[in-house]
C-alpha cells in the first residue's frame, strides 16, 4: 500500500524558510522521479520542482535560486527546502512520485508566508 506522510509546512513571514518532508513507502522509490507540486486557491496545480531516478533536478521558474530539492533513496524521502519565502508561495503542496505505469500523491501540508 502506497503511503506518503508529509510533513514541514506552516506558517512563515516573507523572507523566512521552511524545510517539507515527505516520506513515502510501498513502492520502489529509488526507481521514480520525486517531485513537490504546489496549488493555491483558484489556480491550477503546478509542477515546484522535480528529482528524477538518475540524479536530475528541475524548478519552476519562480522558485529557481531559492528552493532546493533533494532525495535520500536510504530513507525513501525527498525534501524541499525552501529559502526566502514570498506571500505567492503560499499554497497547498503536494508530494508526487511517478514512474512509467504509475504516480501517486500525498495529502498535501500548507504553507503560508504572511506577515
Known amino acids: 500500500q502506497v503511503q506518503f506522510v508529509e510533513s514541514g509546512g506552516g506558517l512563515v513571514q516573507p523572507g523566512g524558510s521552511l524545510r517539507l518532508s515527505c516520506v513515502a513507502s510501498?513502492?520502489?522509490?529509488?526507481?521514480?522521479?520525486m517531485s513537490w507540486y504546489r496549488q493555491a486557491p483558484g489556480k491550477e496545480r503546478e509542477l515546484v520542482a522535480a528529482?528524477?531516478?538518475?540524479?536530475?533536478?528541475n524548478y519552476a521558474n519562480s522558485v529557481k535560486g531559492r528552493f532546493t530539492i533533494s532525495r535520500d533513496n536510504a530513507k525513501n524521502t525527498v525534501y524541499l527546502q525552501m529559502n526566502s519565502l514570498k506571500p505567492e508561495d503560499t499554497a497547498m503542496y503536494y508530494c508526487?512520485?511517478?514512474?512509467?505505469?504509475?504516480?501517486?500523491w500525498g495529502q498535501g501540508t500548507q504553507v503560508t508566508v504572511s506577515s
Open positions: 508526487n512520485a511517478r514512474s512509467t505505469w504509475y504516480a501517486y
Open positions: 510501498g513502492f520502489t522509490f529509488s526507481t521514480y522521479t
Open positions: 528529482s528524477t531516478s538518475a540524479g536530475g533536478t
